[in-house]
């Protein structure tokens, strides 16, 4: 199956899940899963929102979660307006975190839900910040220096050094 109709399958599978029609625009939708890196985005969770499998094609786990409910009937809903859907009102979770916070909505409120997705997108930010290296002279310039110091640091603390031997276990 090819990946380049994925985000069609996204869309059909949002319309499809959902008995109220969800209006996410391509942008948000794009976002919400490129800025989640296609993972849950409870706390601790590893799960995988998209499997990639080889004879099946791609398996849409992952679900879109409003943090204030379309209806004011619905989880976290507010009777003074419908929550839109709008990156900044989703969450992407896993089904099983989808329907926990939707079942318990009262542990789960709209402020704790919203400091769920900001650590989860810096968390996926700062994985994908490290160090950049134009060539290996580069990239061995920077591990030759971190070997080095902690080559150092072992000097001084590790196992033989004389501050080990002045404070046995």
């Given at each position: 199956p090819s990946r380049g109709s994925s985000w069609k399958r996204v869309r059909r599978f949002t319309r499809r899940r959902n008995e109220n029609l969800m209006n996410i625009s391509d942008v948000d939708l794009k976002k919400l899963w490129g800025k989640a890196a296609g993972r849950c985005s409870c706390p601790g969770c590893t799960n995988k929102c998209i499997e990639f499998l080889e004879k099946t094609g791609d398996i849409i786990l992952g679900e879109m979660a409003h943090v204030i409910a379309q209806s004011s009937k619905g989880p976290r809903g507010n009777s003074a307006k419908a929550g839109p859907d709008t990156y900044e009102n989703l969450i992407l979770l896993c089904p099983c975190h989808h329907g926990t916070v939707d079942k318990a909505p009262k542990d789960f409120p709209e402020k704790?839900?919203?400091?769920?997705?900001?650590?989860?997108?810096?968390?996926?930010?700062?994985?994908?910040?490290?160090?950049?290296?134009?060539d290996a002279k580069s990239l061995l310039a920077?591990?030759?220096?971190?070997?080095?110091?902690?080559?150092?640091?072992?000097?001084?603390?590790?196992?033989?050094?004389?501050?080990?031997?002045?404070?046995?276990?």
């Open positions: 704790l839900l919203h400091e769920w997705k900001r650590e989860h997108e810096l968390q996926v930010e700062r994985s994908l910040s490290g160090p950049q290296f134009v920077f591990a030759e220096k971190i070997l080095i110091e902690n080559h150092a640091i072992h000097q001084k603390f590790g196992p033989e050094s004389a501050a080990a031997a002045a404070n046995p276990l």
